[in-house]
Antibody
């Protein structure tokens, strides 16, 4: 059974930093591209970033501030978020797959507020 | 960026009746391998999205056969043949052809 468990969400002040983690199980993590997708309160879904064999990809809204990475020895995906803004407030989902995007984690809430 | 446009944005359907959601993309979602990169998800209240349909018309594991997807290139449709109470939620289409990945605005399905 595929499981994706996010952690690291918190209340952080504008300009602050946070690192999200996603622990994966139930599939061969090292062979699968992974992404982060976020959802602001009461809003729709917004793709944030993907890490694949071909490289890393970012939404314009986070490029230069967020960094996606992975540790295949730990089956874990990360999202380092710097220079956080109020507009980054959202539930962040860890998502499996590059073209075939199938499983989503339960999400972790990031709140950016003073 | 590929713009995904869903209609309607909300839908109220009586149990047992059919429902249909449209998703239009601003450019063709057909990739060089002949696959069309259009996906449908359902997000129930307080839950993460779950995959319903992949590559336009393929039901994901465990998805009831009352859900079906159709379309090609830029015009796609999700149909529910007989709506049930558990189908309530927000439906999203998503393109995975190119970056940035983009979603439709979502269609909220309610039961009458």
């Amino acid at each position: 059974e595929v499981q994706l468990l996010e952690s690291g969400g918190a209340l952080v002040r504008p300009g602050g930093s946070l690192r999200l983690s996603c622990a994966a199980s139930g599939f061969t993590f090292s062979k699968i591209a992974m992404s982060w997708v976020r959802q602001a309160p009461g809003k729709g879904l917004e793709w944030v970033s993907t890490i694949a064999y071909s490289g890393t990809y970012y939404a314009d809204s986070v490029r230069g501030r967020f960094t996606i990475s992975r540790d295949d020895s730990k089956d874990t995906l990360y999202l380092q978020m710097n220079s956080l803004r109020a507009a980054d407030t959202a539930v962040y989902y860890c998502v499996k797959g590059l073209v075939h995007v199938d499983y989503w984690g339960q999400g972790t809430l990031v709140t950016v507020s003073s | 960026d590929i713009v995904m446009t869903q209609t309607p944005l909300s839908l109220s359907v009586a149990p047992g009746q059919a429902a249909s959601i449209s998703c239009k993309s601003s450019q063709s979602l057909l990739d060089s391998d002949g696959k069309t990169c259009l996906y449908w998800y359902l997000q129930r209240a307080g839950q993460p999205p779950q995959l319903l349909i992949y590559a336009v018309s393929n039901r994901f594991s465990g998805v009831p056969d009352r859900f079906s997807g159709s379309g090609s290139r830029t015009d796609f449709t999700l149909k529910i043949s007989r709506v049930e109470a558990e189908d309530v939620g927000i439906y999203y289409c998503m393109q995975t052809l190119q970056f940035p990945r983009t979603f439709g605005q979502g269609t909220k399905l309610e039961i009458k």
